[in-house]
């Protein structure tokens, strides 16, 4: 399900995101928002996986899977 949201923005931001449609990357306004808020939420995700595994130390079991991890671009 979709839902429709109004969010006011200052002109710079507007500007930024129009950039970003005008030059091919994103097709709409709303892509660019999507794609910013998906980014947004692995980051938070990421950080707190990071806090749990910081607090209870590494798993053996998984060294490998962190290191690939490490190195997996996280940008789209």
């Not at 950039?19 to 928002?33: P, Q």
């Amino acid at each position: 399900m979709r839902k429709q949201i109004a969010v006011r923005l200052d002109d710079e931001l507007v500007d930024f995101v129009d950039a970003i449609v005008d030059s091919g990357t994103e097709r709409s306004r709303a892509a660019v928002v999507t794609h910013a808020l998906e980014r947004e939420r692995r980051r938070i995700v990421a950080a707190r996986d990071a806090e749990i595994l910081a607090a209870s130390g590494p798993d053996p079991q998984l060294v490998g899977l962190a290191e690939h991890a490490a190195g997996v671009p996280i940008d789209r």
